[in-house]
């Protein structure tokens, strides 16, 4: 075959063609708007929203446990280890005495009394961790802000506060 016996010009499958390009880049398309609302919807790029969902994901199952004053499994997704009670030397930095005090529904160091509900109203990244805006007991003058990270995956109390609006 040389150039100029090219094949006969197809006009069915070019439409083939083109109907399964279009149709791959707008299925691709559903795909990224439903993981960025999966992911909570984040103002963040594209590759931080995996980021979002995890850690959205850990944080709420954190506060359900708190909910429930299951401080003993809380305290095991705050430090990213089921199993701590078995090595409790290795996380001296915040033990579990000092987690109680802060976390616990009649300490003294805890600002919110018995934590009933809670909701998640921001999250940004910030460096390389997420930080998390939440308003507890539906309370609208006090927020929250605790951080994840995603490397380790384990929480903690943030220095940084977030703009939650008016």
Same mark, same amino acid.
């Given at each position: 075959?040389?150039?100029?016996?090219?094949?006969?010009?197809?006009?069915?499958?070019?439409?083939?063609?083109?109907?399964?390009?279009?149709?791959?880049?707008?299925?691709?398309?559903?795909?990224?708007?439903?993981?960025?609302?999966?992911?909570?919807?984040?103002?963040?790029?594209?590759?931080?929203?995996?980021?979002?969902?995890?850690? $959205? !994901?850990?944080? &709420?199952?954190? %506060?359900?446990?708190?909910?429930? /004053?299951? +401080?003993?499994?809380?305290?095991?997704?705050?430090?990213?280890?089921?199993?701590?009670?078995?090595?409790?030397?290795?996380?001296?930095?915040?033990?579990?005495?000092?987690?109680?005090?802060?976390?616990?529904?009649?300490?003294?160091?805890?600002?919110?009394?018995?934590?009933?509900?809670?909701?998640?109203?921001?999250? $940004? !990244?910030?460096? &390389?961790?997420? %930080?998390?805006?939440?308003?507890? /007991?539906? +309370?609208?003058?006090?927020?929250?802000?605790?951080?994840?990270?995603?490397?380790?995956?384990?929480?903690?109390?943030?220095?940084?506060?977030?703009?939650?609006?008016?």
């Amino acid at each position: 075959m040389t150039l100029l016996d090219a094949p006969a010009y197809n006009a069915t499958r070019e439409r083939h063609r083109s109907e399964l390009l279009w149709g791959t880049v707008g299925g691709l398309f559903v795909l990224l708007i439903a993981f960025w609302f999966v992911s909570g919807r984040p103002v963040d790029w594209p590759w931080n929203w995996f980021t979002h969902l995890r850690g $959205r !994901m850990t944080i &709420n199952h954190f %506060l359900k446990d708190v909910e429930k /004053n299951d +401080l003993a499994a809380a305290y095991g997704i705050w430090v990213h280890d089921p199993e701590w009670q078995k090595h409790p030397e290795k996380l001296a930095a915040y033990p579990f005495n000092r987690f109680q005090q802060d976390w616990s529904p009649n300490s003294s160091e805890n600002e919110y009394g018995s934590i009933q509900s809670h909701k998640i109203v921001a999250a $940004r !990244m910030s460096g &390389n961790v997420l %930080l998390v805006g939440i308003r507890m /007991n539906g +309370l609208k003058s006090k927020a929250m802000f605790l951080d994840y990270d995603p490397k380790v995956h384990t929480l903690g109390f943030s220095p940084v506060e977030l703009y939650l609006g008016p």
